[in-house]
């Protein structure tokens, strides 16, 4: 199984960056697809996440409203579309897949990718 991240980069205040996290090697069926960040010196949070079959989707608080999690059945794909940047979203972003009892509990994603540094300067 792999996960492969892509979009990060670097940009300004206000910002809009889409992370997208493709899934090769697995048939998708009841899992959920979750979006975790990692701040140099901080322990890794929950962002987002979003269960595969049925679409249902969770966001963190300071996710919500800014941040939107959307896939794409055909490519095995699930898109983080992040506008409204702000230096606090400045980490490495990572996707996780699996299925859990707790979308917001890192420790129970199976899979992870390799991860994309996201930087907003001011």
């Known amino acids: 199984v792999q996960l492969v991240e892509s979009g990060g980069g670097k940009v300004q205040v206000g910002g809009s960056l889409r992370l997208s996290c493709t899934i090769s090697?697995?048939?998708?069926?009841?899992?959920?697809v979750g979006w975790f960040r990692q701040a140099p010196g901080k322990e890794r949070e929950f962002v987002a996440a979003?269960?595969?079959?049925?679409?249902?989707?969770e966001y963190s608080d300071s996710a919500l409203g800014r941040f939107t999690v959307s896939k794409v059945y055909a490519k095995n794909t699930v898109y983080l579309q992040m506008n409204n940047l702000r230096p606090e979203d400045t980490a490495v972003y990572s996707c996780?897949?699996?299925?859990?009892?707790?979308?917001?509990?890192?420790?129970?994603?199976?899979?992870w990718g390799q991860g994309t540094q996201v930087t907003v300067s001011s």
């Open positions: 090697g697995r048939k998708l069926d009841t899992d959920v």
């Open positions: 996780g897949l699996g299925i859990v009892r707790s979308v917001f509990a890192a420790d129970q994603y199976e899979y």
């Open positions: 979003m269960a595969w079959i049925f679409g249902g989707t």
